[in-house]
Structures are given as C-alpha cells and as structure tokens.
C-alpha cells in the first residue's frame, strides 16, 4: 500500500500568489512527516518536518506545512512564490511499523510564472 | 559540518560491468540510506544501514548490494550492469528517526 499521495504531477503558480503543494499519507500510528525540495541535478534538501506538537510546522526559504490528522494531510505552503521557489518537490514520511523505512511520494513540479 | 558526499559524481559504463558508488555520511550520523531516482519511476528506496547492519531493503534484484563500515561510510554495488540501471544514486544520512540529509548523487549512465 502506497504510505504517500502526491496527486499534483505539476503545479503551476504566478508570482507573488501563495502556492500549495499537496500531501496525503497512510500510515497508522503517529507519522513522522516531511517536505524535501530538488532543484535540477541536485539531491533532495530537506524543508521542514513535523514529529509532533503544533500542527503548523514553519521550515526553510519561507515555506510551512499543516498537519491535519482527520484528513491524512500535510500539505506545504507559502504565502508569496517566488520564481527560484520553481523545482520538484517531495513529501515524506517515516512509517515506525516498518523499521522506520522513509517513503517518498512521487514528486510535484512547482513552477512560479514570472 | 560538513554534508553527504558521493563520490564519483558522474559515471559511465556499459552493459554487464559492475560499479561501485560511495557515500559519506554526515558526522554523527550512522543511518545511511540508498535511492534511486529516474524521471519515469520517481524515488526507489533501494537499502538503507545502521551501524554496520542492512535494516531495510526495497524491492531490487540481487544485483543491487551494499554495505556500511564500521566508520558509518557506506558503498553501493550494482553488478551485471544493464541499460535500465541508468540513474541518479542518492545516499542520505540521518540520525535514528529523524529527517534525512541528501548528498548530491551520482549519475550513472549504462551504455
């Protein structure tokens, strides 16, 4: 069973609007969850996580994310894109009931339109 | 601190050699994790070690093998190399349970 969703291939925004990159999870338990981002040719460099306590998570370039548990959601966010902001992003999650294996979802292309 | 490193970064070679890919996790780190990721399959978890001892294991054939050393470094082999093993290899390294830190990669082109 796929642990995370990423139901955006793409995601197209125009500067200066806030963006929203979606997430879903599946996992039970308490997840660990997480937000990478990937610019071309490069490896993946981590956002932000939430483990626990407040559901809105502040991270890295002004991004965030809001876990919502009723929903299996943790969907990152900004309030104003900028055109660098453009690359593929990935949501994460440690699942505890396979040895702490991370699984990542399939990627979403942000690309912030002048 | 310094981050992960991979080495060699680029690399070409061709049907039914081998090739070994090296990493070098964080300081402090002893969790190191293999992936690989091509445009049509996304990210595949290939292996991941902690202190010396594979803890998980994706979905590869048995060509895919690694192995971490006692200073937490850790080494993919990939034998019998075949066109569709051509990829980006990420290693990353992280402590116990939290997130993990990417190096850059190694692309691996099969010809």
């Known amino acids: 069973a796929q642990s995370v969703a990423q139901p955006e291939d793409q995601v197209n925004v125009a500067e200066g609007n806030p963006l929203t990159v979606k997430c879903t999870y599946s996992v039970s338990g308490n997840p660990y969850l997480f937000w990478y981002v990937q610019y071309p040719n490069r490896g993946l460099q981590f956002l932000l996580k939430?483990?626990?306590?407040?559901?809105l998570v502040k991270g890295s370039y002004g991004f965030e994310a809001e876990f919502n548990k009723s929903q299996t959601s943790f969907h990152l966010k900004k309030p104003s894109a900028l055109v660098s902001d453009s690359a593929l992003y990935f949501c994460a999650v440690r699942d505890a009931n396979t040895g702490n294996q991370f699984y990542f979802g399939t990627g979403t292309s942000l690309t912030v339109i002048p | 601190k310094a981050g992960v490193t991979q080495t060699p970064r680029y690399l070409i070679k061709t049907r039914g050699q081998q090739v070994t890919l090296s990493c070098s996790p964080i300081s402090g780190h002893r969790s190191v994790s293999w992936y690989q990721q091509t445009p049509g399959q996304g990210l595949q978890f290939l292996f991941e070690?902690?202190?010396?001892?594979?803890?998980n294991k994706g979905n590869f054939p048995g060509r895919f093998s690694g192995r971490q050393f006692s200073n937490s470094r850790s080494e993919m082999n990939v034998s019998t190399l075949e066109l569709g093993d051509s990829a980006l290899y990420l290693c990353a390294s992280s402590r116990s349970t939290y997130e993990q830190y990417f190096g850059p990669g190694t692309r691996l082109t099969v010809t």
């Open positions: 070690y902690f202190s010396e001892t594979q803890r």
């Open positions: 939430y483990i626990t306590g407040d559901n």
